[in-house]
């Protein structure tokens, strides 16, 4: 008899150790990941800049963007080098987002009947003297609950991508 409620016990542990890791497994794959990002170019350094007037950062954007400039050696100038535009939204879920590059135009999220919402951020730099776009980022992330995620989203757009594995 001691041998069943040995045998017994140990069914029990192992049922539930099995369902320990069972659900920790299942709720790993519901953390989201962090903001995904899609650059291109290079952001300028130690150089002036203003803000397009009709793309301007949104009001809680203004100041994390400038600290974020100025530590990548950007200034606002009067007579600037580059002209910088934000744009931050959150759509409602099933909208698609394109990103119209002229050389390989693709879906950044195809537009769905399922999905929830999703933070998305667009930063572009370009060239006042050329009219060339030397840097363009996009972040997005699916929000958690109403927070305010713009911060983390810039943090991510100007965040230079790690070099391609060898």
């Known amino acids: 008899m001691a041998d069943k409620v040995g045998e017994s016990y140990a069914m029990t542990m192992m049922r539930r150790t099995c369902l320990a890791a069972l659900l920790t497994a299942s709720l ?15 952001l300028p350094r130690d150089t002036g800049y203003a803000f397009a ?5 949104p009001p809680q954007l203004a100041t994390p963007l400038a600290q974020a400039l100025a530590e990548q050696g950007l200034h606002v100038s009067d007579s600037p080098h580059y ?3 934000v744009e931050y939204s959150r759509p409602p879920a099933k909208t698609g987002t394109l990103i119209a590059d002229q050389a390989d135009p ?3 999220r195809a537009p769905s009947r ?5 933070s998305r951020m667009s930063l572009s730099v370009t060239d006042i ?4 776009e030397v840097y363009r980022a996009a972040a997005w992330q699916r929000p958690r609950g109403k927070a305010d995620d713009s911060a983390q989203l810039l943090q991510a757009a100007l965040t230079p991508p ?5």
Do not use: D, F, I, N
């Open 129 to 132: 003297a050329t009219g060339t």
């Open 162 to 166: 790690p070099p391609p594995a060898r």
């Open 83 to 85: 002209l910088v535009q």
């Open 114 to 118: 399922r999905g929830g919402p999703l």
């Open 106 to 108: 693709q879906w950044q």
């Open 28 to 42: 790993a794959g519901c953390a989201a990941p962090g903001p995904m990002v899609q650059s291109s170019g290079t």
């Open 53 to 57: 007037e009709e793309a301007a950062p």
